[in-house]
């Protein structure tokens, strides 16, 4: 069986962690025959440098194309790249929300998975790390504060900016689905995030969140006010399982709830939307200043090549062996700088990805 997957190398480390993920999935695609037939698409500052643009029409309409498409990082240095001179809509950041926007992409899933072989890179206290913690932040993405009206203007001889946090029931619906689904096979919690003590767009989220609870009555569902949610995450990360939010709050929460698992380097991220298409990529950034020095952690990008086949290809047993090779290469000792520890084996990132993809094809 044959599957279109687009790439998009992007910037930064991006390339380098998109080989790795490549090389992960020709072993898999070895393993249980099958045929993985890549369309490169350009997006971010290395579509800047060619086409001008973050993203072009044509690179929209070639990931329209694919049954699912893996993506690297973008983004440069924004105090020094040039990019950063551009008008803001013209940026490589641009060109995800456009993507994200353009494709329909709603529901942003990012699991935050305490890995055991990882415990030490955590930096939570033993005693509130019990025996680690699971949870996946179920993030609108195509809405919010992120896609609201904006400007800047003068008024009255003073700047003024404005940018607008607006959501349609319909926008809200949708995701709470989203989130209930994903917690039916999980642990069958939900943690709705919202500012409703003073915002209306929270209350109506509340309230429509209200109504999807309806149909799952064996998902216990909780709200929780933003600010504490940013603060029960370090207090007592276990009490979460689906943590549901809108575009802006889940920005934040999700970056909170990668950090205190202690290895951003190890976690993915799919957007979706209805049917099988989706986004993949790692939920770390491009980070330019290590770019091209081979210490890169290519495992959050494997995973998410992992999550594609799951999501989007139903391709389970691949899925199920890469990560399971991920866990056997953590639990032999190897690991890349920003995981590594005491009577560790440290591996570049090109040696990483040998690794992971020899352990596929040892089975
Ligand atoms: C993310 C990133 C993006 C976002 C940026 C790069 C626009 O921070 O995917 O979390 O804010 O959504
Ligand atoms: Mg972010």
């Keep these: 069986m044959s599957y279109k997957i687009g790439i998009i190398r992007g910037d930064g480390?991006?390339?380098?962690?998109?080989?790795?993920?490549?090389?992960?999935?020709?072993?898999?695609?070895?393993?249980?025959?099958?045929?993985?037939?890549?369309?490169?698409?350009?997006?971010?500052?290395a579509s800047i440098d060619v086409t001008g643009l973050p993203l072009t029409d044509e690179a929209i309409e070639a990931a329209e194309g694919c049954d699912a498409v893996l993506m690297g990082s973008i983004g440069g240095n924004t105090s020094t790249s040039p990019w950063?001179?551009?008008?803001?809509?013209?940026?490589?950041?641009?060109?995800?929300?456009?993507?994200?926007?353009?494709?329909?992409?709603?529901?942003?899933?990012?699991?935050?998975?305490?890995?055991?072989?990882?415990?030490?890179?955590?930096?939570?206290?033993?005693?509130i790390i019990g025996d680690g913690f699971d949870l996946v932040v179920m993030r609108e993405l195509t809405g919010g504060l992120y896609f609201g009206e904006r400007k800047t203007f003068e008024e009255e001889g003073l700047r003024k900016a404005v940018d607008t946090l607006s959501y349609r029931e319909d926008e809200i619906r949708r995701i709470a689905i989203r989130g209930f689904d994903i917690a039916m096979k999980r642990r069958k919690k939900v943690t709705s995030v919202d500012k409703a003590n003073v915002l209306d767009s929270s209350r109506l989220w509340r309230q429509v969140v209200n109504e999807v609870a309806q149909d799952y009555p064996e998902v216990e569902l909780e709200h929780m006010l933003v600010d504490n949610c940013a603060m029960q995450l370090v207090?007592?990360?276990?009490?979460?399982?689906?943590?549901?939010?809108?575009?802006?709050?889940?920005?934040?929460?999700?970056?909170?709830?990668?950090?205190?698992?202690?290895?951003?380097?190890?976690?993915?991220?799919?957007?979706?939307?209805?049917?099988?298409?989706?986004?993949?990529?790692?939920?770390?950034?491009?980070a330019p200043d290590i770019a091209g020095k081979n210490i890169a952690n290519p495992i959050a990008t494997i995973l998410s090549a992992s999550m594609?086949?799951?999501?989007?290809?139903?391709?389970?047993?691949?899925?199920?062996?890469?990560?399971?090779?991920?866990?056997?290469?953590?639990?032999?000792?190897?690991?890349?700088?920003?995981?590594?520890?005491?009577?560790?084996?440290?591996?570049?990132?090109?040696?990483?990805?040998?690794?992971?993809?020899?352990?596929?094809?040892?089975?």
């Design 13 to 45: 480390i991006g390339p380098e962690i998109i080989s790795e993920a490549q090389k992960v999935l020709e072993a898999a695609a070895v393993r249980f025959g099958l045929e993985f037939e890549y369309t490169e698409i350009l997006m971010g500052g």
């Design 235 to 286: 207090r007592d990360p276990r009490q979460f399982d689906v943590i549901l939010t809108e575009n802006m709050f889940g920005d934040i929460l999700s970056d909170e709830a990668s950090m205190v698992t202690g290895s951003i380097g190890m976690l993915s991220s799919a957007s979706l939307r209805e049917g099988s298409f989706g986004l993949y990529e790692p939920s770390h950034g491009s």
């Design 84 to 127: 950063y001179k551009l008008p803001p809509d013209k940026r490589p950041e641009a060109g995800l929300l456009k993507l994200r926007k353009s494709l329909g992409l709603f529901a942003n899933m990012r699991p935050a998975y305490l890995y055991d072989q990882l415990r030490e890179a955590c930096p939570l206290r033993d005693e």
């Design 308 to 363: 594609m086949l799951r999501y989007s290809l139903n391709l389970d047993q691949a899925a199920d062996a890469i990560d399971a090779a991920v866990e056997k290469v953590l639990a032999d000792g190897y690991r890349t700088l920003d995981i590594m520890s005491d009577g560790m084996t440290r591996l570049g990132t090109c040696e990483m990805g040998d690794r992971i993809a020899e352990c596929i094809q040892l089975g």
